[in-house]
Nanobody, 126 residues
Framework: QVQLVESGGGLVQAGGSLRLSCAASGRTFSRYTMGWFRQFPGKEREFVAVIGWLTGTTYYADSVKGRFTLSRDNAKNTVYLQMNSLKPEDTAVYYC???????????????????WGQGTQVTVSS
């Protein structure tokens, strides 16, 4: 069982930056593929980024590529989503998710992840 707690959301002006953190419980964090998803009001959740458990390989949605950077610190059981050049269309609730190991391919589908955080609101003003 893994428990995830996101933090770092807030209000920022367009062009600004935020860093989201996701702290995980458990002793085997390094064996988990970690993903970030976001949900717009009235819309389904969408994939943002994922970092693999074995090699730390990252994969991003086209909408955030070049602006967002996902990293992990296995010693701290934490992943970080650095978000730069934020746009109003990035406004959403951001969720951290975990799955044990992974498929070896970018796990971009939310249904693959059994563990989720409570979400953190990111609001980008124009």
């Amino acid at each position: 069982q893994v428990q995830l707690v996101e933090s770092g959301g807030g209000l920022v002006q367009a062009g600004g930056s935020l860093r989201l953190s996701c702290a995980a419980s458990g002793r085997t964090f390094s064996r988990y593929t970690m993903g970030w998803f976001r949900q717009f009001p009235g819309k389904e959740r969408e994939f943002v980024a994922v970092i693999g458990w074995l090699t730390g390989t990252t994969y991003y949605a086209d909408s955030v590529k070049g602006r967002f950077t996902l990293s992990r610190d296995n010693a701290k059981n934490t992943v970080y989503l650095q978000m730069n050049s934020l746009k109003p269309e990035d406004t959403a609730v951001y969720y951290c998710a975990a799955r044990y190991q992974g498929s070896g391919r970018p796990d971009t589908t939310g249904e693959l992840y059994p563990y989720w955080g409570q979400g953190t609101q990111v609001t980008v003003s124009s």
